[in-house]
């Protein structure tokens, strides 16, 4: 399958009709129904059966579509680094970053990069852990920062630090009186946390179980920013990193959860792929910062 064939198989699969396609491409649909029977002449089977209009995969199109895919997406990153040179661009570093660091220290961490390298233009990406190590598997990234430490054999890990955990909370609750809020304090509140089977859950229910406590959250969340809106309503209490910016949230105020875990903040790179000299800069100021603001872990 030459690469051209590949950019249509893949586009009529994500689509589902030959128009559809063809406007994605921005070619004309005889133009595009021309190339899948070239491709399908080469391959020595059919990919679609047309129906009422539409065109079903065939079985043999749906077991070759995920190397397909992944295929193509390799040749999407190919060509979006070709345009970077083509433009004549000093250097292109892209870093991705879960929702908390993306928020707390990526900022201050481009801002010193920046510094020492304006003419590098900088990519920035935002998304769950493991949308990111999808990122710099594809290439779609070269550095990622994630509040976890565990990734899948293929991806170096580097710890840089950690962070802890607070509550969130309405500023007229009585727990804000208090300095620091304990496990205790939350048994018998409403309580907003991460969905279980993620990293700071598992780290918050040891910590509890550790102190004769359970732990259980009536409103599971996917990402800590997404409890502010929720504390803000009066849903309950939110236990959430420390690490992102709360301060700039109105009408709520945070308390350091006493006796609470660490949870460690980390490099993440992909094993055995070399870095260019921009993103070796990128990887030095991420080090620097973290030495000089980050806790270590316990």
Same mark, same amino acid.
């Given at each position: 399958?030459? &690469?051209?064939?590949?950019?249509? $198989?893949?586009?009529?699969?994500?689509?589902?009709? +030959?128009?559809?396609?063809?406007?994605?491409?921005?070619?004309?649909?005889? &133009?595009?129904?021309?190339? =899948?029977?070239?491709?399908?002449?080469?391959?020595? $089977?059919?990919?679609?059966?047309?129906?009422?209009?539409?065109?079903?995969?065939?079985?043999?199109?749906?077991?070759? %579509?995920?190397?397909?895919?992944?295929?193509?997406?390799?040749?999407?990153?190919?060509?979006?680094?070709?345009? @970077?040179?083509?433009?004549?661009?000093?250097?292109?570093?892209?870093?991705?970053?879960?929702?908390?660091?993306?928020?707390?220290?990526?900022?201050?961490?481009?801002?010193? %990069?920046?510094?020492? %390298?304006?003419? +590098?233009? =900088?990519?920035?990406?935002?998304?769950?852990?493991?949308?990111?190590?999808?990122?710099?598997? &594809?290439?779609?990234?070269?550095?990622?920062?994630?509040? @976890?430490?565990?990734?899948?054999?293929?991806?170096?890990?580097?710890?840089?630090? &950690?962070?802890?955990?607070?509550?969130?909370?309405?500023?007229?609750?009585?727990?804000?009186?208090?300095?620091?809020?304990? $496990?205790?304090?939350?048994?018998? #509140?409403?309580?907003?946390? %991460?969905?279980?089977?993620?990293?700071?859950?598992?780290?918050?229910?040891?910590?509890?179980?550790?102190?004769?406590?359970?732990?259980?959250? #009536?409103?599971?969340?996917?990402?800590?920013? !997404?409890?502010?809106?929720? +504390?803000?309503?009066?849903?309950?209490?939110?236990?959430?990193?420390? =690490?992102?910016?709360?301060?700039?949230?109105?009408?709520?105020?945070?308390?350091?959860?006493? @006796?609470?875990?660490?949870?460690?903040?980390? =490099?993440?790179?992909? !094993?055995?792929?070399?870095? !260019?000299?921009?993103?070796?800069?990128?990887?030095?100021?991420?080090?620097?910062?973290?030495?000089?603001?980050?806790?270590?872990?316990?």
């Amino acid at each position: 399958m030459r &690469a051209r064939q590949l950019e249509v $198989f893949t586009a009529v699969m994500r689509v589902g009709t +030959v128009t559809g396609a063809a406007e994605v491409l921005n070619i004309s649909q005889p &133009a595009l129904s021309q190339i =899948l029977l070239h491709c399908e002449d080469d391959l020595g $089977f059919k990919l679609f059966a047309r129906e009422k209009g539409r065109l079903r995969p065939t079985a043999e199109a749906l077991e070759i %579509y995920p190397e397909a895919e992944r295929l193509f997406s390799g040749l999407e990153g190919l060509r979006r680094k070709t345009q @970077d040179l083509r433009l004549g661009r000093a250097g292109l570093v892209r870093v991705a970053a879960s929702v908390p660091p993306a928020m707390s220290v990526l900022p201050e961490i481009l801002a010193g %990069y920046r510094a020492r %390298y304006p003419d +590098v233009l =900088l990519r920035s990406h935002v998304a769950p852990i493991a949308t990111l190590i999808a990122m710099l598997r &594809a290439g779609d990234a070269a550095l990622a920062l994630a509040m @976890d430490d565990k990734a899948p054999p293929d991806i170096d890990v580097e710890r840089l630090g &950690a962070t802890t955990f607070c509550c969130l909370l309405p500023e007229t609750h009585p727990l804000a009186a208090r300095e620091t809020v304990s $496990f205790a304090d939350l048994a018998d #509140q409403t309580l907003i946390s %991460y969905r279980a089977a993620t990293r700071p859950r598992d780290e918050l229910d040891k910590a509890a179980q550790r102190q004769g406590r359970a732990f259980s959250a #009536q409103l599971e969340i996917e990402v800590s920013i !997404s409890a502010v809106g929720f +504390v803000q309503a009066g849903l309950g209490i939110a236990v959430v990193d420390a =690490l992102l910016p709360w301060g700039q949230f109105d009408g709520v105020t945070t308390r350091p959860l006493h @006796d609470g875990p660490a949870l460690p903040l980390s =490099l993440l790179t992909l !094993s055995g792929k070399a870095l !260019s000299r921009a993103e070796e800069g990128m990887r030095d100021e991420i080090r620097k910062f973290s030495k000089m603001r980050l806790p270590s872990l316990p």
